[in-house]
Structure formats: structure tokens, C-alpha cells
Nanobody, 121 residues
Framework: QVSLVEAGGGLVQAGDSLRLSCAAS????????MGWFRQAPGKQREFVAA??????????ADSVKGRFTLSTPKYNKNAALYLTMNNLKPEDTARYYC????????????WGQGTQVTVSS
């Protein structure tokens, strides 16, 4: 089993930056990818960004491309995933969730509890 814990959310103004972190523990070696999703009030959860461990390949939602960046620790890369968010907009307001994908699973198998990001205009 894998445990994911997010941190770094908060209340910021439009144009500010935030860095979210997701700490992974447990059988982290069993994961093939990690990513971030978000859910705004009254809306469905949506994909934000993800990274595959095998080649470090990243993907981003169109709405965050050029503003958000994924990164991992220099050592023990599977232990955490960071999301640096620049030029935040009010529409980025949501609860952000970290997710992990197991092996060759086609779904996201592990989820954190989320961290709230609120961007004021």
C-alpha cells in the first residue's frame, strides 16, 4: 500500500506562486507514475499534471501549461512529487489532490486527502 500526503496549499493573490508537495510512503517502488488533480466547488475532479517514473515524462493540462511545473527530489525520486504553480489565477482555486498509479494500472490507485488552494483576484 502507498500513502500520499499533500502540503503547501494556502490563500494567495492572483499572480502569486505556490509550491505543493506530495510525500509518498509505503510501497512507493510499486508506483509507475504520480500526478496532481484538482476539484473546484461544484465541479468534477480534473487532471492537472503527471509524471511517469520510467522516463520522467511529464504531461500537463492545457489550462496550466507554461505556469505549472512538476519536479521530484534530487535523491529518492519516488518519495515525493512537487507542483510549482506560477502566475496563479482565480480559476486555479480548488482542492488539489496527489495521486499514484500502480504498476501497469490504467487508473489512479492511490490518493491523498488534498490541500486547498485559493486564489483571490
Amino acid at each position: 500500500q502507498v500513502s500520499l500526503v499533500e502540503a503547501g496549499g494556502g490563500l494567495v493573490q492572483a499572480g502569486d506562486s505556490l509550491r505543493l508537495s506530495c510525500a509518498a510512503s509505503g510501497r512507493t517502488f510499486s508506483m509507475s507514475a504520480m500526478g496532481w488533480f484538482r476539484q473546484a466547488p461544484g465541479k468534477q475532479r480534473e487532471f492537472v499534471a503527471a509524471m511517469t517514473w520510467s522516463d520522467g515524462d511529464t504531461s500537463y493540462a492545457d489550462s496550466v501549461k507554461g505556469r505549472f511545473t512538476l519536479s521530484t527530489p534530487k535523491y529518492n525520486k519516488n518519495a515525493a512529487l512537487y507542483l510549482t504553480m506560477n502566475n496563479l489565477k482565480p480559476e486555479d482555486t480548488a482542492r488539489y489532490y496527489c495521486a499514484g498509479q500502480r504498476g501497469d494500472s490504467q487508473s489512479w490507485d492511490y490518493w491523498g486527502q488534498g490541500t486547498q488552494v485559493t486564489v483571490s483576484s
